[in-house]
Nanobody, 124 residues
Framework: QVQLVESGGGLVQAGGSLRLSCAAS????????MGWFRQAPGKEREFVAA????????NYADSVKGRSTISRDNAKNTVYLQMNSLKPEDTAIYYC?????????????????WGQGTQVTVSS
């Protein structure tokens, strides 16, 4: 059974930084893609970033490009999302997801496994 456990969320002032972690277990992820999504109150879940586990290829949403970096630690089976220059509009629950596809896709439906989410709140 695949398990994804997020951590690292919290309250931060605008302009600050956070690093989210996603610990994955239950299978070998080396051939697949991992993604970060977020969902703000009253809004649909949206793509943030994705990474192909074996090659390290990445994809970012325009809203976070240049401010965020997705990375992975193969030995720890962990994916990270470093977020800098945070804005109040980044406030949301952030979810880690794993896809059976090897491509760094941005669609919610492309991902098969989801974590429970971690809250990120950015104050102005």
């Amino acid at each position: 059974q695949v398990q994804l456990v997020e951590s690292g969320g919290g309250l931060v002032q605008a302009g600050g930084s956070l690093r989210l972690s996603c610990a994955a277990s239950g299978r070998t992820f080396s051939s697949y893609a991992m993604g970060w999504f977020r969902q703000a109150p009253g809004k649909e879940r949206e793509f943030v970033a994705a990474i192909r586990w074996n090659s390290g290829s990445t994809n970012y949403a325009d809203s976070v490009k240049g401010r965020s970096t997705i990375s992975r630690d193969n030995a720890k089976n962990t994916v990270y999302l470093q977020m800098n220059s945070l804005k109040p509009e980044d406030t949301a629950i952030y979810y880690c997801a794993a896809s059976n596809s090897p491509y760094v896709l941005s669609a919610v439906r492309a991902y098969d496994y989801w974590g429970q989410g971690t809250q990120v709140t950015v104050s102005s």
